[in-house]
T-cell receptor, first 115, second 112 residues
């Protein structure tokens, strides 16, 4: 039973560039949430996708956008990268149909470094 | 005020010790709560859900006080392998929408 998979594992970009991160949810899950984790901090909620739509969003600028595909996989796009975007980006999946209080399962994350 | 607050520690304890972590949250409408564990440079992993009546899983006991908006985690008989960061997590708001708000995390170091 495949868990949550994310790609790439590491990425180095420069300021002003754009990046796309990818996530495949755990088998049987229909909801994907994205989080940003800066060094020494807890993960911060970016947004959540369900039925191919952004269902809710955290306090992140429009430079952060996403997409969910019919197979439930998801992408996170970040435009006009800033140094402060350097972080671990985590994808988590869950089965919303069983209620939003179900635990979320996290992927290994993508470590993004901005130079 | 932070949405979910934890003492970042670090907590340095000897093997076999009992250690308790506390957490407070600001949204009184929130309905579900969790403790996650995160090892260095790894992803968070669910340790346990937290139920209103309190719940236990082996050496781990979680408690919830809704009136005080307070969550705790007790670890008994600490093992070296318990060394990690423990994240207090709140499913934000009354609708259990899956928007998880994390505390900063509390670092535990268990020493021989």
């Amino acid at each position: 039973d495949a868990g949550v998979t994310q790609s790439p594992t590491h990425l180095i970009k420069t300021r002003g560039q754009q990046v796309t991160l990818r996530c495949s949810p755990k088998s049987g899950h229909d909801t994907v949430s994205w989080y940003q984790q800066a060094l020494g901090q807890g993960p911060q909620f970016i947004f959540q996708y369900y039925e191919e739509e952004e269902r809710q969003r955290g306090n992140f600028p429009d430079r952060f956008s996403g997409h969910q595909f019919p197979n439930y996989s998801s992408e996170l796009n970040v435009n006009a990268l800033l140094l402060g975007d350097s972080a671990l980006y985590l994808c988590a999946s869950s089965l919303l149909g069983q209620g939003g209080n179900q635990p979320q399962h996290f992927g290994d994350g993508t470590r993004l470094s901005i130079l | 005020r932070k949405e979910v607050e934890q003492d970042p520690g670090p907590f340095n304890v000897p093997e076999g010790a009992t250690v308790a972590f506390n957490c407070t949250y600001s949204n009184s409408a929130s309905q579900s709560f969790f403790w996650y564990r995160q090892d260095c440079r790894k992803e968070p992993k669910l340790l346990m859900s937290v139920y209103s009546s309190g719940n236990e899983d082996g050496r781990f006991t979680a408690q919830l006080n809704r009136a005080s908006q307070y969550i705790s985690l007790l670890i008994r008989d600490s093992k070296l392998s318990d060394s990690a960061t423990y994240l207090c997590v709140v499913n934000w708001g009354s609708s259990n929408t899956g928007k998880l708000i994390f505390g900063q995390g509390t670092t535990l170091q268990v020493k021989p």
